[in-house]
Every structure is written in C-alpha cells, then in structure tokens.
C-alpha cells in the first residue's frame, strides 16, 4: 500500500531509498556477512528496486543495505521488499529501518 510521501507534481516520479541496519554480534559477524551477501545478490538479480547496495561500517562492522527507488510515490513503512528483509534480518541481530525521500536542491 502506498501511503507515503506524494511527488507534488504529480507527472515526475522522485527517488527514494529504504536503509536496513543491521548490528550483529562480532562471534557471528562474518557467517551473517556472508549469508546477508547472498541475500543481496538475489536481490540484484530479481529486485525492481534502480539499485540494491550494501555498506559495512569500518569502526564496527555493523551493515547498512539500500534499496534505491523511484516512483510518484514512496513508501511510507517501506517497500515489500524492504519489510521482509527487515524480518529476516531480525534474526543476525538488532534491525533498523527508515525510509528517505530525495529532497529537491
């Protein structure tokens, strides 16, 4: 459901990104790299989103994912996509997730 921000003129679409943190424990941090990497790449592979992107924190290898999209609306609570993602991820350790609406210059 599409109950988010709406573009004010209506015949552009805009971007908007969704960011999952992700802070897992350091004696299972590389096994749940590795799993989140392979989840990622199935994401690339079949997502819709423009782009999926995975970042790791060099102080403490928390990880951050992003989903980049565009359309006339963004998603308020998040895509589909997003959401499921989060729930997976809740197992690795403490999720965070918001959603970020491009902001004209």
Same mark, same amino acid.
């Given at each position: 459901?599409? *109950?988010?921000?709406?573009?004010?003129?209506? &015949?552009?679409?805009?971007?908007?990104?969704? *960011?999952?943190?992700?802070? %897992?424990?350091?004696?299972?941090?590389?096994?749940?790299?590795?799993? %989140?990497?392979?989840? %990622?790449?199935?994401?690339?592979?079949?997502?819709?989103?423009?782009?999926?992107?995975?970042?790791?924190?060099?102080?403490?290898?928390?990880?951050? %994912? #992003?989903?980049?999209?565009?359309?006339?609306?963004?998603?308020?609570? &998040?895509?589909?996509? &997003?959401?499921?993602?989060? #729930?997976?991820?809740?197992?690795? &350790?403490?999720?965070? #997730?918001?959603?970020?609406?491009?902001?004209?210059?």
């Amino acid at each position: 459901m599409l *109950v988010g921000s709406k573009n004010p003129d209506q &015949g552009l679409e805009m971007n908007w990104i969704e *960011v999952i943190k992700v802070s %897992i424990a350091k004696d299972g941090r590389v096994t749940m790299e590795k799993q %989140i990497t392979a989840i %990622i790449s199935e994401l690339k592979n079949g997502e819709k989103a423009q782009a999926v992107r995975l970042y790791r924190n060099l102080l403490d290898g928390d990880l951050s %994912i #992003h989903l980049c999209w565009k359309g006339k609306t963004a998603e308020l609570r &998040g895509s589909k996509t &997003g959401n499921c993602l989060t #729930h997976l991820l809740k197992e690795c &350790g403490l999720v965070s #997730h918001s959603v970020w609406v491009e902001k004209d210059a």
